[in-house]
């Protein structure tokens, strides 16, 4: 409540008391001056004649008193000593009627029920703080006691208790009555200071709606002049832009083209917005009027559904009109109720999901015409029927799953219902979740509803909208613009347009992948046109959809918008977090919302980077460039510790295999000669040709597992040697002469073994091939290669070949297999960090890209051929360097 000085409380508190005790006092005096002359008769009646005369002469200071009070009542006088006066009135009328008791009864006189009377009248008239209540009243009880203590003690000598009664009697009646005096002046300076705050309050609350109102008047004059100035350089950036994008100024570029036709599309945007914001302002001063005439609505619908029905068609919405009559006659604006129709066409449009429809019908109810848009989408909450119609109003995302001013102003409804009240009629909205929603235009026939202040009274007026728009002039480009149809059904357009961006095509050259989140298109065309030309840029519009893409394309870079409908950007990054496929994935949030509160909460989610809309192109394309090399970084950390971990690896395995290895050879060959000696022994002393025969046919057998399990120890003595070889300590990480096939033969036979799935490796690796590189990274590389390809093929059918050859200053080694193949799509990303087709806690993602990043700092490159079907070959080129060389 407002505050008001305790300065002012007192004042107000001190008139206001003044007045109520001087109107009581003149009511307690006029009481007075009526009821005294009948006590006289009663005087008269009841008192013997030798005291009469006192009681005569009291009765005339009570009506002298209450006189002199009536009289003093319009002195100032009175005003500022209301206590004394009103004190001084009762207690003299008090004491008056004490005077008389002792000669009528003493404490048992019938002449206490005036003291009762006094005191009660006293208590309901006045306001007395607490000093004067107890002053009068007990001082009234006091004076009876003492003008009666005679009675007193003959009643306390006697011992008679009953005579006292009288004395406590009057005794309780000033103790009620003072306490409900003190309650009630208690409670009346309360309800003042209440009152006197609230008329502070309402007085603030007035000059705020004052100002308020001059604010509102001055703001929609601001917005008119403004609005309106802004027409014209706007039809200065268009109508240039038309003609690049038709080539009047020269040849464009298609990406080019796309760009300016999608500046242009903004620019018709903004255009739209200031006609709709100088119709409100008009409507706001009732400056807006209409040009009315007789319209066939039946006709007028019919032709309008033909021209928005191409571009439902494009989202696959039926479209369909049906009225109930052949002709419906209105006066009406068709200018203005064909932008009442496009907007509420365009919301069904854009909530009607693929496969819906649209109907818009047509009846007559007595003198009135009724149409109806009737969609398939999802709905609304019927309890927002009305605030639907509110300017600026928008259905939360958690309200409503589809917001009927999604993506807008939210001045759309707001203007087709104030067009509709306009002509009269009335517009409302009907719907339930999941059931679709239907918006009904009801307007009246004849003109007679019309206010003569709303029409146009310009000879214009009498004029077809079509006809109307000929007479424009050929230099008004920004009216002849308005009246084309691309102009005029643009919210159509922008509600049934599917193609966010156009697929660029070379863009699977490009080795990055950006994903870009964004429920606006215009702002997804932008983000596309500034990145297109560095990385392949897949769009979603909204977060659960893009959550969907990056789990399929596994991008380096996600730039998100922040407020999106069914996921924000807050949970689509908490959700790329929490799967290990995309947790190291890279978070740009674009936001139009900049406060502090919305980047920590960003932080908390997993935002790597935070950047407020509007954003400079060339900071958002280097912040995007920033955070794929940080991918880069990644897959680099990862390959040196797959390096430090297989060195250590191998040198700990080749160890632990060696010793044993070794006791195993000796026992062997060992056991051999053993054996052999046994069967040279055993011959001679054979029974019989066919013992001899058994015997020489054990001995073949058993020579011939010897044979093979000495194959055996000798792979695996090959293998730890290539072990301990690859692991030896003080292997420095340095670009040496290395001989790339002896590599390559190696590590495709270490890895072969340790899969040891049955599948055919063929190596054709002739000769020596010597390049300058760190051999443990292309050791890996190759190894990369040779696992993905064992791993592809299926068993006993699968085959991978290593095959090598020399060129003049070029070392080719191709590594090919006959697998399932790889897909067009997955060929333009299957260097990207972090892509991988394999099943989650299967792969990093990363090897391929370590064979990418470990040719190209040789200098070389890596080409993939593939096709679904018939496997995959990829190919290493790299600089050719001289035998031996250091």
């Given at each position: 409540?407002?505050?008001?000085?305790?300065?002012?409380?007192?004042?107000?508190?001190?008139?206001?008391?003044?007045?109520?005790?001087?109107?009581?006092?003149?009511?307690?005096?006029?009481?007075?001056?009526?009821?005294?002359?009948?006590?006289?008769?009663?005087?008269?009646?009841?008192?013997?004649?030798?005291?009469?005369?006192?009681?005569?002469?009291?009765?005339?200071?009570?009506?002298?008193?209450?006189?002199?009070?009536?009289?003093?009542?319009?002195?100032?006088?009175?005003?500022?000593?209301?206590?004394?006066?009103?004190?001084?009135?009762?207690?003299?009328?008090?004491?008056?009627?004490?005077?008389?008791?002792?000669?009528?009864?003493?404490?048992?006189?019938?002449?206490?029920?005036?003291?009762?009377?006094?005191?009660?009248?006293?208590?309901?008239?006045?306001?007395?703080?607490?000093?004067?209540?107890?002053?009068?009243?007990?001082?009234?009880?006091?004076?009876?006691?003492?003008?009666?203590?005679?009675?007193?003690?003959?009643?306390?000598?006697?011992?008679?208790?009953?005579?006292?009664?009288?004395?406590?009697?009057?005794?309780?009646?000033?103790?009620?009555?003072?306490?409900?005096?003190?309650?009630?002046?208690?409670?009346?300076?309360?309800?003042?200071?209440?009152?006197?705050?609230?008329?502070?309050?309402?007085?603030?609350?007035?000059?705020?709606?004052?100002?308020?109102?001059?604010?509102?008047?001055?703001?929609?004059?601001?917005?008119?002049?403004?609005?309106?100035?802004?027409?014209?350089?706007?039809?200065?950036?268009?109508?240039?832009?038309?003609?690049?994008?038709?080539?009047?100024?020269?040849?464009?570029?298609?990406?080019?083209?796309?760009?300016?036709?999608?500046?242009?599309?903004?620019?018709?945007?903004?255009?739209?917005?200031?006609?709709?914001?100088?119709?409100?302002?008009?409507?706001?001063?009732?400056?807006?009027?209409?040009?009315?005439?007789?319209?066939?609505?039946?006709?007028?619908?019919?032709?309008?559904?033909?021209?928005?029905?191409?571009?439902?068609?494009?989202?696959?919405?039926?479209?369909?009109?049906?009225?109930?009559?052949?002709?419906?006659?209105?006066?009406?604006?068709?200018?203005?109720?064909?932008?009442?129709?496009?907007?509420?066409?365009?919301?069904?449009?854009?909530?009607?999901?693929?496969?819906?429809?649209?109907?818009?019908?047509?009846?007559?109810?007595?003198?009135?015409?009724?149409?109806?848009?009737?969609?398939?989408?999802?709905?609304?909450?019927?309890?927002?029927?009305?605030?639907?119609?509110?300017?600026?109003?928008?259905?939360?995302?958690?309200?409503?799953?589809?917001?009927?001013?999604?993506?807008?102003?939210?001045?759309?409804?707001?203007?087709?219902?104030?067009?509709?009240?306009?002509?009269?009629?009335?517009?409302?909205?009907?719907?339930?979740?999941g059931r679709g929603a239907t918006f009904t235009v009801t307007l009246r026939k004849g003109r007679s509803h019309l206010p003569p202040e709303v029409l146009e009274r310009r000879a214009r007026a009498e004029m077809v909208p079509?006809?109307?728009?000929?007479?424009?002039?050929?230099?008004?480009?920004?009216?002849?613009?308005?009246?084309?149809?691309?102009?005029?059904?643009?919210?159509?357009?922008?509600?049934?347009?599917?193609?966010?961006?156009?697929?660029?095509?070379?863009?699977?050259?490009?080795?990055?992948?950006?994903?870009?989140?964004?429920?606006?298109?215009?702002?997804?065309?932008?983000?596309?046109?500034?990145?297109?030309?560095?990385?392949?840029?897949?769009?979603?519009?909204?977060?659960?959809?893009?959550?969907?893409?990056?789990?399929?394309?596994?991008?380096?870079?996600?730039?998100?918008?922040?407020?999106?409908?069914?996921?924000?950007?807050?949970?689509?990054?908490?959700?790329?977090?929490?799967?290990?496929?995309?947790?190291?994935?890279?978070?740009?949030?674009?936001?139009?919302?900049?406060?502090?509160?919305?980047?920590?909460?960003?932080?908390?989610?997993?935002?790597?980077?935070?950047?407020?809309?509007?954003?400079?192109?060339?900071?958002?394309?280097?912040?995007?460039?920033?955070?794929?090399?940080?991918?880069?970084?990644?897959?680099?950390?990862?390959?040196?510790?797959?390096?430090?971990?297989?060195?250590?690896?191998?040198?700990?395995?080749?160890?632990?295999?060696?010793?044993?290895?070794?006791?195993?050879?000796?026992?062997?060959?060992?056991?051999?000669?053993?054996?052999?000696?046994?069967?040279?022994?055993?011959?001679?002393?054979?029974?019989?040709?066919?013992?001899?025969?058994?015997?020489?046919?054990?001995?073949?057998?058993?020579?011939?597992?010897?044979?093979?399990?000495?194959?055996?120890?000798?792979?695996?003595?090959?293998?730890?040697?290539?072990?301990?070889?690859?692991?030896?300590?003080?292997?420095?990480?340095?670009?040496?002469?290395?001989?790339?096939?002896?590599?390559?033969?190696?590590?495709?036979?270490?890895?072969?073994?340790?899969?040891?799935?049955?599948?055919?490796?063929?190596?054709?690796?002739?000769?020596?091939?010597?390049?300058?590189?760190?051999?443990?990274?292309?050791?890996?590389?190759?190894?990369?290669?040779?696992?993905?390809?064992?791993?592809?093929?299926?068993?006993?059918?699968?085959?991978?070949?290593?095959?090598?050859?020399?060129?003049a200053s070029e070392v080719l080694l191709t590594v090919s297999d006959n697998g399932p193949g790889i897909s067009a799509d997955d060929r333009a990303r299957i260097f990207t960090p972090f892509f991988t087709r394999k099943a989650?806690?299967?792969?990093?993602?990363?090897?391929?890209?370590?064979?990418?990043?470990?040719?190209?700092?040789?200098?070389?490159?890596?080409?993939?051929?593939?096709?679904?079907?018939?496997?995959?070959?990829?190919?290493?080129?790299?600089?050719?360097?001289?035998?031996?060389?250091?």
């Amino acid at each position: 409540m407002e505050t008001v000085p305790p300065s002012v409380l007192e004042a107000r508190w001190a008139a206001w008391i003044q007045e109520q005790n001087r109107r009581g006092a003149r009511v307690a005096a006029t009481l007075a001056l009526a009821i005294v002359p009948f006590f006289l008769i009663i005087d008269r009646a009841a008192v013997p004649p030798e005291t009469l005369p006192w009681f005569l002469a009291l009765r005339a200071v009570q009506l002298g008193a209450s006189a002199l009070v009536l009289l003093a009542c319009r002195s100032e006088w009175c005003r500022q000593r209301h206590l004394h006066a009103t004190a001084a009135f009762i207690a003299t009328l008090g004491l008056a009627i004490v005077l008389m008791t002792p000669m009528l009864g003493g404490l048992r006189s019938p002449y206490t029920a005036g003291l009762h009377l006094a005191m009660i009248g006293a208590g309901l008239l006045f306001l007395w703080p607490r000093r004067v209540v107890l002053l009068v009243h007990f001082g009234v009880v006091a004076a009876f006691v003492a003008v009666n203590a005679s009675d007193l003690r003959r009643i306390v000598l006697l011992h008679e208790p009953l005579e006292g009664l009288q004395v406590l009697l009057l005794a309780s009646v000033a103790a009620v009555v003072s306490a409900g005096q003190l309650v009630g002046y208690g409670r009346a300076r309360e309800q003042l200071d209440n009152r006197v705050k609230l008329e502070a309050a309402g007085e603030t609350l007035a000059r705020a709606h004052s100002d308020l109102q001059r604010l509102d008047a001055f703001k929609s004059r601001f917005f008119a002049n403004v609005t309106h100035e802004l027409k014209t350089p706007l039809a200065l950036i268009l109508s240039p832009l038309e003609l690049m994008i038709d080539g009047e100024l020269g040849e464009l570029s298609e990406p080019q083209r796309a760009t300016l036709r999608s500046i242009y599309l903004s620019g018709a945007r903004l255009l739209r917005l200031i006609g709709d914001l100088l119709d409100l302002s008009r409507l706001e001063e009732s400056r807006l009027r209409l040009r009315v005439r007789p319209q066939d609505l039946v006709r007028w619908l019919r032709s309008l559904v033909a021209q928005v029905s191409p571009l439902t068609e494009r989202k696959r919405i039926e479209l369909r009109f049906v009225a109930d009559v052949e002709v419906s006659e209105v006066w009406c604006d068709l200018d203005r109720l064909e932008r009442v129709f496009v907007n509420l066409i365009s919301n069904a449009a854009k909530h009607t999901p693929e496969g819906g429809s649209i109907t818009i019908s047509l009846s007559e109810e007595g003198e009135q015409a009724r149409v109806s848009v009737e969609d398939t989408g999802a709905g609304f909450p019927q309890e927002l029927s009305e605030r639907l119609f509110e300017r600026f109003f928008q259905v939360d995302s958690e309200t409503a799953q589809n917001r009927y001013t999604q993506g807008g102003t939210g001045i759309g409804l707001a203007l087709a219902r104030e067009l509709v009240e306009l002509h009269g009629g009335s517009i409302t909205a009907s719907s339930a979740p999941g059931r679709g929603a239907t918006f009904t235009v009801t307007l009246r026939k004849g003109r007679s509803h019309l206010p003569p202040e709303v029409l146009e009274r310009r000879a214009r007026a009498e004029m077809v909208p079509n006809e109307r728009r000929a007479k424009h002039s050929p230099t008004d480009w920004t009216a002849q613009f308005a009246a084309r149809d691309e102009f005029r059904l643009l919210d159509v357009f922008d509600a049934t347009e599917r193609r966010v961006v156009e697929r660029d095509p070379d863009e699977g050259a490009r080795g990055r992948t950006v994903l870009v989140v964004e429920d606006t298109p215009e702002v997804t065309r932008l983000v596309h046109t500034v990145l297109r030309q560095h990385f392949r840029v897949f769009t979603a519009p909204n977060g659960v959809r893009g959550l969907e893409l990056a789990l399929k394309q596994m991008p380096d870079v996600v730039v998100t918008d922040l407020m999106m409908p069914e996921m924000d950007g807050f949970e689509l990054t908490r959700r790329l977090r929490q799967d290990p496929r995309t947790r190291h994935v890279p978070v740009l949030m674009l936001s139009a919302r900049g406060e502090l509160t919305d980047r920590l909460e960003g932080m908390d989610s997993g935002v790597t980077e935070h950047m407020s809309k509007p954003f400079n192109t060339r900071e958002l394309l280097a912040t995007v460039q920033k955070l794929s090399q940080a991918s880069d970084a990644a897959a680099e950390r990862v390959l040196i510790q797959q390096m430090d971990s297989l060195e250590t690896i191998t040198g700990g395995l080749a160890h632990e295999i060696n010793n044993p290895l070794n006791y195993v050879r000796n026992a062997f060959t060992r056991v051999r000669i053993d054996v052999t000696e046994a069967f040279k022994m055993a011959a001679p002393k054979a029974d019989g040709d066919a013992e001899r025969a058994r015997i020489t046919a054990l001995e073949g057998r058993t020579l011939r597992m010897f044979e093979t399990a000495q194959a055996g120890l000798s792979r695996i003595g090959d293998t730890v040697a290539l072990m301990r070889r690859y692991s030896r300590e003080g292997f420095a990480r340095v670009a040496r002469s290395h001989d790339v096939f002896a590599g390559a033969r190696d590590v495709a036979t270490l890895v072969s073994s340790s899969i040891g799935r049955p599948v055919e490796l063929v190596l054709e690796l002739e000769g020596e091939a010597w390049v300058d590189c760190v051999a443990e990274e292309l050791h890996q590389a190759i190894s990369n290669l040779v696992q993905n390809a064992i791993e592809a093929v299926s068993d006993e059918t699968g085959r991978v070949v290593v095959r090598g050859e020399l060129l003049a200053s070029e070392v080719l080694l191709t590594v090919s297999d006959n697998g399932p193949g790889i897909s067009a799509d997955d060929r333009a990303r299957i260097f990207t960090p972090f892509f991988t087709r394999k099943a989650p806690g299967k792969g990093t993602g990363l090897g391929l890209t370590i064979v990418w990043r470990v040719v190209h700092a040789l200098g070389g490159s890596i080409t993939v051929e593939s096709e679904p079907g018939r496997g995959a070959s990829f190919c290493l080129r790299m600089p050719r360097a001289p035998k031996g060389a250091a």
